[in-house]
């Protein structure tokens, strides 16, 4: 866990799907006529001037592209490259966090996605004024991780688990039956526990106003 208690205004739904704000062109091709021009070039059958016309690579793009041998197009949206290791870190954690019944919502992640960049020391061009990355970011990421679902929080508490709701007992039985065979609890009972309640939130309520106060 790396992240402390958050403030965090709960904004409007935004579409899944980045839409570009503006008509540039940059960047639009096919990586599929990258590699076709990049093999062409490399292996004597074109000039870069010609497969550049031929695919429609900008020149400049294809002589550094067969320089490198990189034929990956990459993100063009603003934002952040955390690289797909920091990536699949960063989603594993919030479907963790999912699965231990504390849904995030996209403004909960704006903020972990920049706090995990602050803390990783990864370059980003997140707003640091307001300490959270971009709405574009944010449906680019959903869009290549569509395994994470985003909702408003429903605030399950143990008052409403103890009110011997049949549907909430089956759940938390549920979720504790799993973290016991997740840490192979039933062949350590010794790394078992009891304590008190008091200093534990159990109850993860959407705040007033719009406001949600999220313990991580």
């Not at 403030?7 to 940059?26: E, L, W």
């Not at 034929?71 to 063009?76: A, C, D, F, L, P």
């Not at 602050?118 to 640091?128: A, C, W």
Request: glycine share 8%.
């Amino acid at each position: 866990m790396f992240f402390g208690v958050l403030k965090i205004d709960v904004q409007a739904q935004m579409p899944n799907k980045y839409v570009r704000k503006s008509v540039n062109i940059r960047g639009n091709w096919s990586e599929e006529n990258l590699i076709n021009a990049v093999n062409n070039v490399s292996n004597g059958n074109m000039s870069v001037r010609r497969a550049s016309l031929t695919f429609n690579i900008p020149r400049k793009t294809l002589e550094r592209r067969v320089k490198t041998g990189n034929t990956v197009k990459g993100s063009m949206g603003p934002g952040c490259n955390f690289g797909k290791e920091n990536e699949d870190r960063l989603s594993r954690y919030i479907l963790n966090m999912q699965s231990r019944g504390f849904p995030l919502t996209r403004d909960d992640l704006r903020t972990i996605a920049f706090q995990f960049a602050e803390q990783m020391n990864i370059k980003h061009r997140f707003n640091k004024e307001v300490g959270k990355a971009g709405y574009d970011w944010l449906c680019l990421f959903l869009s290549r991780n569509p395994q994470i679902s985003v909702r408003k929080s429903e605030g399950v508490s143990l008052a409403r688990t103890t009110a011997m709701n049949r549907k909430e007992v089956d759940e938390y039985f549920g979720l504790l039956e799993q973290i016991m065979t997740d840490y192979s609890l039933f062949e350590k009972p010794a790394n078992i526990f009891n304590i008190d309640e008091t200093g534990l939130q159990l109850n993860n309520r959407p705040g007033e106003r719009g406001v949600l106060y999220l313990q991580l």
